[in-house]
C-alpha cells in the first residue's frame, strides 16, 4: 500500500517529443504527488506537483495529469529538449507534518538532438 | 538562491567504522531528513526530524544510525559501525513545513569496502 509504481523504466524521444512519464499509487491517504528530476551526480530537484483537487497542472512544460479514480499520475514534458536528459522520480506523501516521500522507481529519460 | 549543502561528497570507508555525513539546510526551515539512494535503486526514506527529535524513521533507520543537530546549524547522520550495505549516495532534505516542498542536497557518496 505504501508503493509507488512508476513505468517506463527509461525512454528515449527525439527533440521536440512529448515524453509521458506514468506513476501510479494504492494508499488513498496519499495527498501530494510530486515529481523531481535527478541529473548524474546531483540530488533529486523538485521540478513540479500536484494535489488531489486538480486534474492537471502546468508549469512551462511541464504538465502534470492527475487521476484520481485511477490513482494514476503522469508527467508530461512538451517540445523536449536534450537537456531534459535526466532521470525523473514520482514520489507521494499524505497528511501531516514530515511527510516523507515515498518513492517511484525513476525514468531515465534521453532526449535526442 | 539558498540551498541544501552536504559534506563531504564523497566517503569512503572501511566496514566497521563510524561515519557523520553533514548537512547544512536552508536557514529558515524546520524540517528535516535523510534520505538514501543505493546505485540505480530508488530512493529511500531513512529518518524525519523536527523541533530537535525524530519524527519518524524507517526500518532501514536501526540502532546503527542516529541524526543530531549539535549546533543549530548542521545536521548530520551517523553510522556507527558501518556495513557493506550502507554503501548508497545519502541526501539530506529540508522543509519549511509550509506544504510539502522538499529541497534536496546533492548527496554524500559512501563507499563501505
Known amino acids: 500500500q505504501q508503493q509507488v509504481k512508476q513505468s517506463p523504466q527509461s525512454l528515449i524521444v527525439q527533440k521536440g517529443g512529448i515524453p509521458i512519464i506514468n506513476c501510479a499509487y494504492e494508499?488513498?491517504?496519499?495527498?501530494?504527488f510530486p515529481w523531481y528530476q535527478q541529473f548524474p551526480g546531483k540530488g533529486p530537484a523538485l521540478l513540479i506537483a500536484i494535489r488531489p483537487d486538480v486534474s492537471e497542472k502546468k508549469e512551462g512544460r511541464f504538465t502534470i495529469s492527475f487521476n484520481k479514480s485511477a490513482k494514476q499520475f503522469s508527467l508530461h514534458i512538451m517540445d523536449s529538449q536534450p537537456g531534459d536528459s535526466a532521470t525523473y522520480f514520482c514520489a507521494a506523501s499524505k497528511g501531516g507534518n514530515n511527510r516523507k516521500l515515498i518513492w517511484g522507481l525513476g525514468t531515465s529519460l534521453a532526449v535526442n538532438p | 538562491e539558498p540551498e541544501v549543502t552536504q559534506t563531504p561528497s564523497h566517503q569512503v570507508t572501511q566496514m566497521g567504522q563510524e561515519v557523520i555525513l553533514r548537512c547544512v539546510p536552508i536557514s529558515n526551515h524546520l524540517y528535516f531528513y535523510w534520505y538514501r539512494q543505493i546505485l540505480g535503486q530508488k530512493v529511500e526514506f531513512l529518518v524525519s526530524f523536527y523541533n530537535n527529535e525524530i519524527s519518524e524513521k524507517s526500518e532501514i533507520f536501526d540502532d546503527q544510525f542516529s541524526v543530531e543537530r549539535p549546533d543549530g546549524s548542521n545536521f548530520t547522520l551517523k553510522i556507527r559501525s558501518t556495513k557493506l550495505e550502507d554503501s548508497a549516495m545519502y541526501f539530506c532534505?529540508?522543509?519549511?513545513?509550509?506544504?510539502?516542498?522538499?529541497?534536496f542536497g546533492p548527496g554524500t557518496r559512501l563507499t563501505v569496502l
Open positions: 532534505a529540508t522543509g519549511e513545513g509550509r506544504g510539502n516542498e522538499q529541497f
Open positions: 494508499n488513498t491517504a496519499f495527498d501530494y
